[in-house]
């Protein structure tokens, strides 16, 4: 019966009558859905949101049905709106594809690469990478997005570079993205000569919750660091701490003799080596650190996306060595 119902309401719509402007519309609804808000689809879009608003007024008019219900956050789409949603956006990711397609046809390499990552290695090991990219191919454009969260962005990019702490809950599984590990390593205990001469060197675990330490949840999810005995996890809560928002501004603050930290190794080996920073509890064995890069399955990229991908894999352990 929706079916019959729905087919009616477009019947001017037929295939040799196609309204652009309802497409465009109904292309707003589909953005409207995956979004979750008017104000954020107009974003993506690049519209005002009274526009946004306007045009699903406007579709909803077109096709003399409700397909979105502003007032009721429970249940946003009305049984004609999840049809529409269902069958249109399996046809918007046949576009996609279509156009992705396209890209490969051409003897240019041109477009948009939207990646998202943790910011220390935006900033030490992306940035030059894409910076050496650019060279090659100066008609691609590329927005990098630096944030210790980056999941929570994955629709908006097509590349994810995130870290996460073996022992946090990954956020990811659900995922319909590949997923490739660019980087494993072990946590190091640190603090800075000056704080150590100041509140004194931490020689057994329990000790750390006389000092001052420095965590992030986009690394740890809460304040505890792990720590291993006879391959069994030893949870250390944290009692005295200092929470910042990522791995830079961790080892910013450490270096700073804010307190001590908990971080990978390639982020503090040349702190050490330079004396800058001190080992501490060495005899102690730590929890993994894993960064991870995600995109979309091969098929759907773009020819540059496809390019960067390779191009940043084949240079990421270069860059990382060059850290250390």
Not at 15 to 21: E, G, L, R
Not at 251 to 273: D, K, M, Q, W
Request: with cysteine.
């Amino acid at each position: 019966m929706l079916d019959e119902n729905f087919k009616k309401g477009c019947t001017h719509n037929q295939a040799n009558n196609i309204d652009p402007q309802q497409l465009v519309r109904m292309l707003f609804f589909i953005e409207l859905i995956n979004a979750g808000s008017i104000t954020k689809a107009a974003e993506t879009l690049n519209i005002s949101t009274s526009t946004g608003s306007r045009w699903l007024n406007d579709l909803e008019l077109d096709l003399g049905i409700s397909l979105y219900q502003r007032n009721n956050p429970n249940e946003r789409l009305t049984e004609a709106g999840n049809f529409l949603y269902s069958k249109f956006s399996e046809i918007t990711d046949d576009i996609n594809l279509m156009i992705n397609e396209l890209t490969h046809f051409t003897t240019e390499t041109r477009g948009n690469i939207r990646v998202c990552c943790t910011p220390i290695y935006a900033e030490n090991v992306v940035m030059p990478i894409v910076s050496e990219f650019l060279e090659d191919n100066p008609l691609v454009n590329v927005q990098l997005t630096v944030t210790p969260r980056g999941m929570e962005h994955y629709k908006d990019h097509d590349f994810i570079i995130s870290a996460i702490s073996g022992n946090a809950k990954s956020k990811d599984a659900d995922l319909l993205l590949v997923r490739r590990n660019l980087l494993t390593q072990k946590f190091i205990t640190v603090a800075s000569p000056e704080y150590i001469r100041k509140n004194g060197e931490p020689l057994v675990l329990d000790e750390l919750r006389n000092h001052r330490c420095l965590y992030s949840k986009a690394l740890q999810n809460q304040n505890v660091w792990i720590y291993k005995d006879n391959n069994e996890a030893v949870p250390i809560k944290l009692e005295k701490y200092v929470e910042l928002s990522d791995a830079k501004m961790m080892l910013s603050a450490c270096l700073r003799s804010s307190g001590i930290t908990y971080l990978p190794e390639f982020i503090v080996t040349r702190h050490i080596n330079e004396g800058r920073l001190v080992r501490l509890l060495p005899d102690y064995d730590t929890d993994d650190w894993f960064l991870n890069i995600y995109y979309l399955p091969q098929r759907f990229m773009t020819h540059s996306t496809k390019l960067f991908k390779d191009f940043l894999l084949s240079r990421n352990r270069e860059k990382i060595n060059e850290m250390k």
